[in-house]
Nanobody
């Protein structure tokens, strides 16, 4: 089992930046591709980004491409999401997840991720 805990969310003005962290415990995340998703009120959970086990492959939703950067530190068992040029439409609860159900790293399907954190709220004011 992998336990995931997100942190780093908060309230920020449009154009600002935040860095989210996802700390894992229970077992090493080095064997998992790791992803970030988000869910805004009244909307379905949306894929944001994923990073391969060795950080060679990264993949982003079009809505965040060029503004967000995913990274990981396997030695620290932690995944990060650097968010720049934030917009009000980025407001959501952000979740990290470990990919367990697909052999394809660039999957955006929530069902391919077997472990989830509890989420951290990001609010971007205009």
């Amino acid at each position: 089992q992998v336990q995931l805990v997100e942190s780093g969310g908060g309230l920020v003005q449009a154009g600002g930046s935040l860095r989210l962290s996802c700390a894992a415990s229970g077992r090493t995340i080095s064997t998992y591709a790791m992803g970030w998703f988000r869910q805004a009120p009244g909307k379905e959970r949306e894929f944001v980004s994923v990073i391969s086990r060795n950080s060679i492959i990264t993949y982003y939703a079009d809505s965040v491409k060029g503004r967000y950067t995913i990274s990981r530190d396997n030695a620290k068992n932690t995944v990060y999401l650097h968010m720049n040029s934030l917009k009000p439409e980025d407001t959501a609860v952000y979740y990290c997840a470990a990919q367990t159900g697909s052999g394809v790293v660039r999957t955006s399907r929530p069902g391919d991720y077997g472990y989830w954190g509890q989420g951290t709220q990001v609010t971007v004011s205009s």
